[in-house]
Structure formats: structure tokens, C-alpha cells
T-cell receptor, first 114, second 113 residues
């Protein structure tokens, strides 16, 4: 138990569906992250939120839309995804965005786009 | 470009043996971290070594850092089947605008009982 909870753990969706991934952290952290992990590829940082403000967006397609309503919750809204978007999506948090902080990961949400 | 790169990509050893994984990086760093990931799960932080440190221990883990060679190694002593996992190094650049932890592709370690 890392203090970062992701739901759902598994999601299968069609290319025309709209779904959301949810992340909640119980660590009192101020920074939250979405990472994408595809087979045999390095972890890709998608979004960074610091104090509920998006501070990083690594050229992620607009079909992925993050939302951070407060410092404890982070969502990833999914719309008209492609099969190549199938991957493990990892949420993470850290005390803040300063260098040297340990990042705490959730267990991930396995997404399959059919 | 990717900062940390682990070597080897895959390693298979017998229980009780030591496992050594290496990480090379390209630019100056503030610190280097090692994470572990069990299959299909999230990453778990193992150890952090700062740029002014050369060696650090935590239980059966020993991490070294050579900033002149821009490399780090993770040694797991007396390995167990439960150590089977992927191991990643991650770095944050040394510049004042450090923004993100960059991960390598990982080393898949298999410890055979």
C-alpha cells in the first residue's frame, strides 16, 4: 500500500467510448503525475500537476484530458482513443516538484482499447 | 532524449546469487533513484543516492554512483525468488529547472528457485 489508489484497475473500452481513470492520494502531497507504460518502452510522463495547476504536458494528444479538482485527486478523461493507447497508466504523487523527492506510484490502470 | 538506461535488459540468476544491474545517464544529475516494479503493478521506490554520494546501502541493496562515468549500479545480494521484478533507474537533472523524473527501460530480473 503506497498511499496512492487508482481505479479502475482494468478497463476495456471501444474507440468511441468516453471513460475516466481516477487517482487519489492519501499522503498529503502537492504534486501528482500521470505516466503511460507501454510494453518494452520507458515510462512516459504525460502530465504533472502541482498544487492543482497543470505544469507539464508532454505533447499528449487531446484525446487524453487530465483534471485535478484538488490536491488529493487526479483524473484522466479518455475520449476516442486508439488501439495504440492500450497501456498501463500509472498515477503518482510526490511532496512537491522539487528535485530529490521520491515519487509514490499507484498500482496502475490497465487500459485496453478495442 | 531518455536520461537513464539500464543494462542488461534481462538477467536470470539462481536464488542465493547476487544480481547486479547498471544504469547510465547522459547529463548532470541531482540524484539518482532506483525503483522496482512487479509484473503489472506500480513502481516502488527502493533507494535514492545523491550526486555527492558514492555508495549507499539499504538491507540487501547496495547502490553505487560514479558521476565521472555517469553511471550507477544496483547490487542485490543473496537474491530470493521474490526479488523477481523489473528494476528501473530514474534521474532528475541537475539544473535549477528540474522538472521530472526520467526513467529508463528497466532490467527484468528473474530469480530462479
Amino acid at each position: 500500500e503506497t498511499g496512492v489508489t487508482q481505479t479502475p484497475r482494468h478497463l476495456v473500452m471501444g474507440m468511441t467510448n468516453k471513460k475516466s481513470l481516477k487517482c487519489e492520494q492519501h499522503l498529503g502531497h502537492n504534486a501528482m503525475y500521470w505516466y503511460k507504460q507501454s510494453a518494452k518502452k520507458p515510462l512516459e510522463l504525460m502530465f504533472v500537476y502541482s498544487l492543482e495547476e497543470r505544469v507539464e504536458n508532454n505533447s499528449v494528444p487531446s484525446r487524453f484530458s487530465p483534471e485535478c479538482p484538488n490536491s488529493s485527486h487526479l483524473f484522466l478523461h479518455l475520449h476516442t482513443l486508439q488501439p495504440e493507447d492500450s497501456a498501463l497508466y500509472l498515477c503518482a504523487s510526490s511532496q512537491d516538484r522539487n528535485s530529490g523527492n521520491t515519487i509514490y506510484f499507484g498500482e496502475g490502470s490497465w487500459l485496453t482499447v478495442v | 532524449s531518455q536520461q537513464g538506461e539500464e543494462d542488461p535488459q534481462a538477467l536470470s540468476i539462481q536464488e542465493g546469487e547476487n544480481a547486479t544491474m547498471n544504469c547510465s545517464y547522459k547529463t548532470s544529475i541531482n540524484n539518482l533513484q532506483w525503483y522496482r516494479q512487479n509484473s503489472g503493478r506500480g513502481l516502488v521506490h527502493l533507494i535514492l543516492i545523491r550526486s555527492n554520494e558514492r555508495e549507499k546501502h539499504s538491507g540487501r541493496l547496495r547502490v553505487t554512483l560514479d558521476t565521472s562515468k555517469k553511471s550507477s549500479s544496483l547490487l542485490i545480494t543473496a537474491s530470493r525468488a521474490a526479488d523477481t521484478a523489473s528494476y528501473f533507474c530514474a534521474t532528475i537533472d541537475g539544473g535549477g529547472s528540474a522538472r521530472q523524473l526520467t526513467f529508463g527501460s528497466g532490467t527484468q530480473l528473474t530469480v530462479l528457485p
